[in-house]
């Protein structure tokens, strides 16, 4: 490592621990052991590509807390909101341990012979997480990425890299064979760069903003590479008259606050149809003046600081000559806090069209039906959002309407590692998680035996 990079505590603005950053040369390195270690590892049989995974996220299970105050240290999540995502990290391990035995292929019928097909892996498959979910994210690529008999190299955010390079040294506790999972600490600028470029990385995953996902993706097809990119978003938690209001406004602030707002899925734009507009402000108001934020280490904090000093400022931003209804509460002092906030906005304006991506949520009226679907659809991206009404056929009729890929009805879940996720328009490009998933890091090969004389 040439050269290091200082990590901040969110919480504290204090420094953590410097994190070497890789030059070229030893990610190069770890890109021929991962070439090596795949080789023997996609020759295992399927069962011991499972045993190996559920291994692994039993060695995660065993260090679930360890993770968690990781991520509180380095990334400001609540202690709660932290433990579920280790969490989350052992169950899409034991899910994706169950897709070496369920890869199968077809046979299909032809005059003269036999066609059948396999499910080939690409070799080695380089992910690059960001920095708001870096367990989370890290998971949905690298397990399924392996289950599929893959090799990976893993570029966490400079930011926060802890839980990441700690899953690597526990994939090694767990037996993983050396070289097949790699944690390659650095800037995107060099490491992921490389795993675009390099011609033995077969596949890149890549999560953050929709700017930089371009590039990622205009380098991979430079190299005819294949890529999966999860980017921006700007949801919409659409509000109709026959909702329930009170579920509706107390839903609404963790729908758009969790992790500071720091969420591609963060619902951040309410749309409210305007004959409940005034009610659903009545009702929500108390719901973001109640969010709790503070110490993330606390039990009973809902919200911790933002990701930087920087970002901050970028949030901040945003706020320049809105029209603020209300805001929360947040810490003075030391740290990068910023309270939750809700803005009247006009369509059109930045904060309703651009991804904040910070405790900041954008309220607009909508008339009628036709109305909210076309306000839903008024932004380049499309990957999440929620849609609150009593009335089934509107709720089948705007979920096909809206151009998003993850939509719930009455709830603001978004994330279920047994059900896909993956954007539309400029939020995104092919799919994770889900019971295809594995299947996603493979090519398919089409073999003809012929068997006549």
């Known amino acids: 490592m040439s050269s290091t990079f200082t990590l901040i505590n969110p919480a504290t603005a204090r420094p953590i621990r410097e994190v070497g950053r890789a030059t ?14 795949q080789r023997s590892w996609a020759a295992l049989a399927p069962v011991a590509r499972a045993d190996a995974l559920r291994r692994f996220a039993r060695v995660v299970e065993d260090h679930v807390e360890e993770l968690a105050q990781l991520e509180v240290l380095n990334s400001g999540h609540p202690i709660e909101s932290a433990r579920w995502e280790a969490s989350h990290v052992a169950q899409v391990l034991n899910f994706s341990a169950g897709a070496p035995e369920r890869l199968s292929g077809q046979q299909i019928p032809v005059a003269g012979g036999l066609d059948v097909t396999f499910h080939e892996p690409y070799g ?85 903003s929709t700017e930089v996902g371009v590039e990622v993706a205009a380098g991979c097809a430079r190299g005819l590479k294949p890529v999966t990119l999860e980017l921006g978003g700007k949801s919409a938690n659409i509000v109709f008259d026959d909702a329930d209001l009170e579920a509706a406004a107390a839903s609404a602030p963790a729908a758009v606050f969790d992790n500071a707002g720091q969420d591609c899925c963060a619902r951040s734009r309410i ?49 320049d000559g809105a029209d603020v209804a209300f805001r929360g509460e947040a810490p003075d002092g030391d740290g990068f806090w ?23 949520v954008a309220v607009l009226p909508f008339d009628d039906e036709a109305d909210g679907i076309a306000l839903a659809n008024d932004t380049i991206y499309g990957l999440a959002g929620s849609i609150w009404t009593e009335n089934l056929g509107r709720a089948v009729r705007v979920s096909r309407a809206v ?17 896909p996720f993956g954007g539309m328009k400029a939020s995104g490009l092919g799919r994770e998680l889900g019971p295809d998933a594995a299947e996603h890091f493979t090519q398919t090969k089409n073999v003809f035996f012929a068997t006549d004389a």
């Open 24 to 37: 070229a040369d030893e990610v190069d390195e770890a890109i021929a052991r991962a070439k090596v270690a």
């Open 403 to 419: 151009e998003s890929g993850v939509l719930s009805v009455n709830s603001h879940s978004s994330v279920r590692y047994w059900t």
């Open 124 to 208: 080695v498959v380089g992910v690059i997480v960001p920095w708001n979910f870096p367990m989370t994210i890290a998971s949905w690529g690298f397990a399924p990425a392996l289950a599929a008999g893959n090799a990976v190299v893993l570029k966490p955010a400079e930011l926060t890299p802890l839980t990441a390079v700690r899953l690597g040294e526990l994939a090694a506790e767990a037996g993983l064979p050396d070289g097949l999972f790699t944690v390659v600490t650095g800037s995107g600028s060099v490491v992921g760069q490389r795993f675009v470029e390099h011609p033995d990385v077969r596949k890149v995953v890549f999560t953050g």
């Open 338 to 360: 910023f309270a939750p906030t809700v803005v009247l906005a006009d369509r059109g304006s930045r904060i309703a069209q651009e991804e904040v991506f910070g405790p900041v």
């Open 271 to 319: 749309l409210v149809q305007r004959s409940v507009y005034d009610r659903f402000l009545e009702l929500l108001e108390p719901a973001v003046r109640a969010w709790r934020v503070g110490d993330p280490g606390s039990e009973s904090t809902q919200m911790g600081p933002l990701i930087s000093a920087s970002h901050r400022d970028t949030v901040s931003e945003f706020l």
